[in-house]
């Protein structure tokens, strides 16, 4: 099956500074989600690109899917985007289960 | 509208208890999917639901476990028989088929702790 790989498997920031989160993928995919789980636990939707470059306000991504890798960012980091993040793809259309990477896990500290 | 919900939040049994974790998905969205995170082995799918068709059941662990989804809504799953190695948060999702295609909604989870 398709393989999910996330690096840094760790990160700590300063507060206020930018990182890159990335993923690759063994395979093309049709979706490849991005999530933030808070420290409750809840999984929070970031972006749906399976390919091309989005933005939302601190956050964007971009996916290169000829080249099986996507990559998170995020600038001017908060304490509250603290957490584990996630990327999830699957290789078939529509309503199919997504493969997981093992995630980053992000603390932003004051 | 409402997210994905499930029930209970917390859930702490003995080993040998049968148990039953309940998931309400987004309305009108045509699958739901199971899913389980624990310490050592990540985010891994279980079971899913699409729409009228037979569950794909690819994912489950063992036959202790089973799911069923009523008039293409609610859907339980249910443990039999738990051990310890259960343990872990069952997260439920829910899809649309169409725009954005497939994009999965999470539910909050349901934790269980089997003693």
């Known amino acids: 099956g398709i393989q999910v790989e996330q690096s840094p498997p760790d990160l700590i920031l300063q507060e206020g500074a930018n990182s890159t989160l990335r993923c690759n993928f063994s395979d093309s995919v049709n979706n490849l989600q991005w999530f933030h789980q808070n420290p409750w636990g809840q999984l929070i939707n970031l972006f749906y690109?399976?390919?091309g470059t989005k933005q939302n306000g601190r956050l964007s991504a971009t996916t290169v899917a000829t080249e099986r890798y996507s990559l998170l960012y995020i600038s001017s980091s908060q304490t509250t985007d603290s957490g584990v993040y996630f990327c999830?793809?699957?290789?078939?259309?529509?309503?199919?289960?997504?493969?997981f990477g093992k995630g980053t896990r992000l603390s932003v500290i004051a | 509208g409402a997210g994905v919900s499930q029930s209970p939040s917390n859930k702490v049994t003995e080993k040998g208890k049968d148990v039953e974790l309940r998931c309400d998905p987004i309305?009108?969205?045509?699958?739901l999917y199971w899913y389980r995170q624990s310490l050592g082995q990540g985010l891994e799918f279980l079971i899913y639901?699409?729409?009228?068709?037979?569950?794909?059941k690819s994912g489950l662990p063992s036959d202790r476990f089973s799911a069923e989804r009523t008039g293409g809504s609610v859907s339980t799953l249910t443990i039999q028989r738990t051990q310890q190695e259960d343990s872990a948060v069952y997260l439920c999702?829910?899809?649309?088929?169409?725009?954005?295609?497939?994009?999965?909604?999470f539910g909050p989870g349901t934790r269980l702790t089997v003693l």
């Open positions: 639901f699409q729409g009228n068709s037979a569950p794909d």
């Open positions: 999702a829910s899809s649309y088929r169409d725009r954005p295609r497939g994009e999965q909604f």
């Open positions: 999830a793809v699957n290789r078939n259309s529509g309503n199919t289960p997504l493969v």
């Open positions: 690109i399976p390919s």
């Open positions: 309305s009108g969205h045509t699958a």
